[in-house]
């Protein structure tokens, strides 16, 4: 029979007005989660690293005898009243009974104050190292299927080493992982609004977490479904029955045709692609297409640009030039010839050599110590981001310093010496006992693998490979699941989990069996990249059309359909360059590279255009780096910026050559939009595109003042369609 | 890119200023526009670089060949082109190309010799479009300009092989060449890597190949040569096997790549009967050299090969860094020097080499001696840095048991790449009685290269005044303090050249001495054939900014110029004293001064230690010696071979066509010796001229205007020259 923890019943001890065979309370079971749930210890308040107003905790109550410490013994016991318990600073400072910055975080009535005055009546007890520990939470129910703006009251478990249990459902803190579909109370309920789909509320604990999932139908009539071409669609399809949301019908060939370049090689369709494939009637016309793509450089080159931005290719002074081309031409060949994934990384982790053996020696200039490395090895390629537990227990993952050290312990080994040119180092493993010093506890920690055990190491092996052996095994639970989330996200917009490098517990995938059966496909492939990406866009959900159908309007992440995404920078910057007919110059660069196939970072500060439109430094292994939001400087800087305006009115640029051309000008404005937005135009803007050139050239004499006009007609056109929204998005 | 300074000038060493900048006019060879040349064939040259107004010869040189002199005639096209015929049986592959001026010779640059089709890009097929037709195998050379690629279209049939080489890092050249082939389709076939690239033609028809430099510079430093066939491709060769793609009768080496791709063949040979494809075969500059004796097994370490006193193992260092372990059993107190031979012979490992003895007490524990990656510091350290030499460990058994050496790459670990490696295992205090140089790893480095920038004059190779002598420091292997002193044998073949070498005790760098008597012509040696010499590929303003690229070549070739030496410069210990550890070191410097140098001298002794801390000792103007006392312990001198000398520089006048007005000198003197002897002793003039026949006064006057006329046309210039004594060694007790 499980005992039931009772607050209220206590032990008597020395001194106290306790009640005979009172149980005493214990610091950490019973006042911890207290100022938790009040959040004096947050990062915010008392738990930062210099406390508040002369008053430290330890963050989130991490570390209970610190805290014990802090509040009954430091500056003389001066917050604590054993005589008049109500009467400690203590308490009158939580009440607000005195000057309080963090204002009234207790009320005298609550059963906290009071359980906090019984504790300091009984003598400020810590508790006894026989004190049952809690082991972890409980959350009940731990999933739900709610109605839109329905709502559930939690009740929160908490289970302790002798078997008793206690509800501290009031004690716990909540926190929805999609704020726009949810909203928690300080007592655990759980309010939703009227958006469908899938909703976790973190709940947290004295340090443990759970869990809890709430499932939102729509509840609109799904119908037929469109055909299932794999796996894929079979699992998205099947949530969307579950959930009532009908998907909306599949794009048409044009539509897919610019989707799929754009997200496979990064670049527009050309007029004569999309001429061929639209007159094609061949079934299996996607497919191939996707296959073309694939297997063409400007896959090789997209794919690149993404990964040397995370991989911190970045040029930080001039002499790092040599190395940035090399490492970028490495990333690029590795992608051309689809390098396994698993040996990809392993050859980035465990690079060892001169720049010119082992290009990826690159990566170790800007991650310069054990704990950068593992970190953006971590966030990378696990999808778990360990930088809180460097200091304490990560907060909202089970990841402790123990874990966080003992993963950085694989990098510990790694040294430098100088290579034979300037600035330019050689890694190499040094030989020894691979370990790192925990902070806290001062204790060595070896290798150890996230949530495994130690790794025993000869002196001799490089640390490294055994890490990168651990990520690369099959039964791994992060290193499959976090790429193929990764790309997941570059196609559809929206990662299965998200943020995507940001894969734990309390953050679950909306659709956690899809997330496991493209990673059980990964692995299977070989970890074979080009496969995964054919396999994703070669799904019907992949591609279905953008256009909502009234009930799949609000979806958000379910896939119902496709969630248009602005062109970013590189791409947005080539596909202007190419519907204006320009030709790009890049210092060290071939006149006409892509900005997809720069090699560093370098370019941002030369070309404005890239870093207005966010791309990124390459400072941060996060894809966050890149932004995506829209903002007033890069809708002036296309309205009205020189150099757009100069590729306009170029001599032999598209505006004056289509002047020039003798062919109709339907033909000329209906080229425009194949190359554009690779589609036909429609009736109206055929006409209103017509009826501007007729403007403009109405009313002038002389065959060189009309060629002026219609040039000039002609780059209003390019200019208003490079404005559309239609351009500057994939849809 | 402008990447020349116009003068040759000997920047100063950081101890301060010890004498005038060297302004001898050494000629520098920046780029040839023309770098592949076939047999018999007459090339119209251009040539880039400063001290090229008289040229006269190209000088071919390379491991194992004699050297080949060709005259350069001033070609028609117009100034700064001249014109070469090469002979017809100019040996094919890569050769190391000078110029031969009046002053000297020039620095190398890497040209190949080859009889396939070659092929000149001339850079306006900067497109797809305009891609210029290549033969199916052959040779394409290039200049590239900044921003610009190349491409070319060949021919190709399904189910060919395609393997193209070019010199990454060895072809004097600043670019690092990149591209790829597609295939009629426009379909990637395969990219250049690692120096070649290897293509399995999938589709018959034109293939396109594009050609770029990685950071796409331009200019004359960026030249390219890309040979490509279908037939064998050399990664490696020793004397009795190659290693390589595409090998006649090769057996394919499982799990053995080279280059992070496809796995390479393996083919031996007898080596008295090579095969005759190996000649034609394509392969870069510079081919690594294959182990003798390497095997084809790859994956675990084989028996030892005992030679004497050494013992011999080769192999293939591991994948993943691993360590391939060899034992040897050991005596109490056996001192034994063990080394990894590697990057020595050609290959970009980074060898790792660790001892451990395991002792014969039952137990067989194993403890750690040492480890080495690099070689330890050189003693005295040369005056240029040179990377990546091969590591080595000098032992003494602690107990009866086994030393168990274990050999690894870790600098290749992540790569995929396995590469050759020597382990050699030599038991300490039989070192043979001289060191030749030809013996393997010795590398030469012209102790002229100053330490504080790398210009010109240090790029040229050393030039011999005649009467003077030029130093050349060697690095000798395995070695270490215990090392006894050792001379170092040396060659120049056919020639007059006195050549003297030494490794003093404890030393690991040696010096050879070269002294050209003065009667020795304007003249080209080269040095016995297996010693490579370090030459500074491009100069830098400043090495404290800008690190200096170096490449080795092979023979070390010199030059006697055409100029005298001002002065002769002679090391000694003063008379009446003597070498010992406890007293001072009393040095005496002599000089023999021409008589137009009269200036005060001031010359370094070099030898003891690191060159910048060189002491140093002045002989004022008007005087011929002076002397130095040095005192051993402070210098931290070892007991044993000491081996000095001394360095300066002196102002000499140089003409331009010294050798004619040499000559024309000596017949006006013959001419005035002639007519004295005639006039017969004691007369007085007129009558002694009257007793001189009109011919004899006529040979002189003649003598005497041509003389006067070469002087005229050729005014004499001040430059500063670098002067040297020739080794002295010293017994220090």
Redesign the interface.
Known sequence: MKLIHLAGLLSMSAGASAAPQEQLLNFANDIVPILTKGSCNSGGCHGKASGQNGFKLSLLGFEPQEDFEHIVKEARGRRISPSAPQQSLFLTKATAQVPHGGGKKLDPNSEEYQDIVRWIRQGMPYGKATDPKMERISVSPPAKVLPLKGGVQLKVTAHYSDGSTRDVTRRALYEPNEKSMAQTSESGGVELFDLPGDVAVMVRYQGKVATFRATVPLGAPVGVQPPVSNEIDRIVFAKLRTIGIPSSAVCDDGTFLRRATLDIAGRLPSAAEMKEFLADKDSGKRGKLIDRLV???GYAEYFANKWASLLRNQRTQPTF??GS??FW?WIR?SL??NKPYDQFV??VV?????L???P?VAWYRQVRDAKTQMEDVAQLFLGTRMQCAQCHHHPFEKWSQQDYYGLAAFFANVAR?P????DEE?I??K?GSAQMVNIRTKQPVVPTSLGGSEVKLA??Q?PR?ELAQWMRSGNNPFFAHTLVNRYWKHFFNRGLIEPEDDMRETNPAVNPELLEHLAQFFVKSGYDLKALVRYIARSTTYQLSAQPNGPNEKDRQNFSRYYPKRLNAEVLYDSIQNLLEGRS?FA????GTRAVALPDNSYNQTTYFLSVFGRPDSSSACECERTQEASLAQSLHLLNAADIQTQLSRNDGRADRLARDGRPDDDKITDLYHIALSREPNPQELTLAQKHLLSKSSGKVGAAEVLAARREAFEDILWALLNTKEFLFNH | MKCFLSLSALALCLAGAISAQVTYPQPYLQALDAVVFAPGAQTVLSLTGTGLDTVQSAVLARRSSALVKVDLLPAKEGKGRVLANWPSSLAEGWWDFRVLTPHGLSNPRAVLVSRRPVTLSPGSNDSPEKALNLPSEGVVSGQFKAGAAHWFAINLKRGQRLQGVHGQGTTDSRCRLMGWLEDPQGRLVARLRDGGMEALISADGQHRLKLHDMMFGGGVDHHFVFEWSCGPRLWARGRDAVVGWNLPGGKDMNGVSVDGGPPVQWLAFDPAKPPSWIAAAIAAPQLPSLPQKLGLAANKAGAARVEGQVAHWTGWFPLRGEAMVHEWPVKKGDRLLAQVISHALGFASDALLMAEWRRDDGKGAVTFAAEANDVGVLQPAPTTRWQGLDPSLSLEAPADGTLRLLVSDPGNAANGRRLPFELRLSLRGKEPAGLALDAEQLIGFHAATPPAAATAAAIAAPNLLRGGSAILEVYVPGRDASSAGQPIEASAEGSAIRLQGWVGAGRSMGYVSLSAPEQVGHSVFSLSPALRVQNLVWPVADVAREAPVHRLSSPAVFAVSEHKAPVLVELALKPGTSATLAGKLSLQVKLRRSAEFKEAMKLRILGLQESAKAPEVTVPAGANEATIDLDPKTLKLPAGDLVLYAQGTAKMGIRAQAAAIEAATAAKERAAAAVKGLAGPAKKEPEAKAAVPSSAQLALAEAEKTLAALLKSNPSKDVVALVHSPLLRLELR
Request: charged share 30%; hydrophobic share 25%; net charge negative.
């Open positions: 297997d063409s450089e030039a040599r081309y090399l031409n060949d051309s010839q392993t050859e465990a690079a060892s050599g001169s010119d053996q082992h990826p010496k290579g034979a040119i300037r050689m190499f493993s030989r002196p001799e490089d490979l110059q060290g660069q071939e006149a």
